[in-house]
Structure formats: C-alpha cells, structure tokens
C-alpha cells in the first residue's frame, strides 16, 4: 500500500533562504511522485513530477525535487524563497490501480517567508 | 475561461439536508475526480470517472452519490448531510486516468458547512 510523510506540518525560512520541504514515501510499486502547491482559497497546481528517467526533476517558479530510491525520498527544494512561495506544499504518489491511478496526497506543508 | 469549475463556492446547510455540487471541465478531459479535504488539509481521493464510467470509489459512505451526465461534467450528491461531511471538496480533470503521463487540473474547491 502507498503512503505519503511530509516531515514538518508548518516551514518557515526567510526571504531570499534556501527551501527545503521534506518528502518520504512507501510503495510497492515504482512510484510516480508529484508535488502540488496550494495558494489561500485555490484549488491545487502541479510543481513538478517524477515518473522516470531523471531523478532531478525541475518545475515551475524555481522549484525542484529529486527522486533518491535508496532513501525512498522526494523533497522539494528552491534556492531562495519569494513572498510569493508562501502557500501549502503536498507530496504525492500514485500507482495503477483497477481502472486507472489512485493519487494518495501526503498532509501537507505550510511555508511561511519572513520578509 | 476557468478550466475546471465548481459551484457553489460556498455551501452552508442544516444536518439531515441533501445538497449537491457541480463540476464542470472545459479541457476536453476524460477523466474526473472528487477529493474531501478535511479541517487538517489532509486531501482523500473519493471517486474517479473515466468517460462516464466510475472507475476509482473509496470507502465513502453511500450517502455520496457521483453523477457524470457526460464527460464534462462530474456532480456529488450527499444525502442526509452530517456535521463530519464539513470540508473542502476538490474537482479535478485529467487528459486521461494515468497519473504518470497527465496532470490532474483542480477546481477552486466547494466549502460545505454542515451545522
């Protein structure tokens, strides 16, 4: 069965710090891994995903993510946070399930940016 | 022009109530999902349709009842409304139920209040 860890509930770095969001995960299968991103009072909007091939992904507004099987780990990082990245963050995974793909969302991560 | 959209925004009602939501794509997606997200942001994936067909149906209470007229559009009916079914419910749209190969597209989420 699949399951989703986002160590820390709540992040806070300053402006202009690196970012570091923490992702495990378990599978049975080799997982396909997203991150989602959530503004106040928005539905969610795909970051970046990792289904093969490169374990750098790279995404939108600076952010990347790096699949390490060993580790079973996906976390999202960004070289220097915006005011704008304040949001809440979600890892994700999904496998085949009967009749298409299950996506089974980790708690979820809000990051704070101090000016 | 929204890409996946869902109505009401907002949804106060009584216990016992029977109230539906509504989800609308405009991407020409097969596939379309409903998730619950609880007061701790915990998102859960509740059914799935393919082209019409139910394809993913969790252990949800069958007081919720899906219906997917056409390929367009993906409603949630619930009957006899609990306190516990206060949430944010998400629609979602995908080109296809493989989550390795297409993006899920989230609505702006419905906020039902159950008092």
């Known amino acids: 069965a699949q399951s989703v860890t986002q160590l820390g509930s709540h992040v806070s770095v300053s402006e202009g710090a690196l970012v570091l969001l923490r992702c495990n995960y378990s599978?049975?299968?080799?997982?396909?891994l997203f991150w989602y991103v959530q503004y106040p009072n928005q539905g969610l909007q795909l970051l970046l995903k990792?289904?093969?091939?490169?374990?750098l992904v790279k995404g939108i507004n600076g952010f990347e993510a790096e699949f390490k099987k060993s580790e079973t780990s996906f976390h999202l990082t960004k070289p220097s946070a915006h005011m704008s990245d304040a949001a809440e963050y979600f890892c994700?995974?999904?496998?085949?399930?009967?009749?298409?793909?299950?996506?089974?969302f980790g708690a979820g991560t809000r990051l704070f940016v101090k000016a | 022009d929204t890409a996946v959209s869902q109505t009401p925004k907002y949804l106060v009602t009584q216990m016992g109530n029977d109230k539906s939501i509504k989800c609308e794509q405009n991407?020409?997606?097969?596939?379309m999902y409903w998730y619950k997200q609880d007061s701790k942001k915990f998102l859960k994936i509740m059914f799935s349709?393919?082209?019409?067909?139910?394809?993913i149906n969790e252990t949800v209470p069958n007081r919720f009842s899906p219906k997917s007229p056409d390929k367009a559009h993906l409603n949630l009916h619930i009957n006899s409304l609990e306190l516990g079914d206060s949430a944010v419910y998400f629609c979602?749209?995908?080109?296809?139920?493989?989550?390795?190969?297409?993006?899920?597209?989230f609505g702006p989420g419905t906020r039902l209040t159950v008092t």
């Open positions: 979602a749209s995908s080109q296809a139920p493989r989550a390795d190969s297409y993006e899920q597209y």
């Open positions: 599978s049975s299968v080799p997982p396909y």
């Open positions: 994700a995974v999904s496998e085949a399930n009967t009749g298409g793909f299950k996506t089974i």
């Open positions: 990792y289904t093969t091939g490169a374990t």
């Open positions: 991407l020409g997606h097969d596939t």
């Open positions: 349709y393919n082209n019409k067909e139910l394809i």
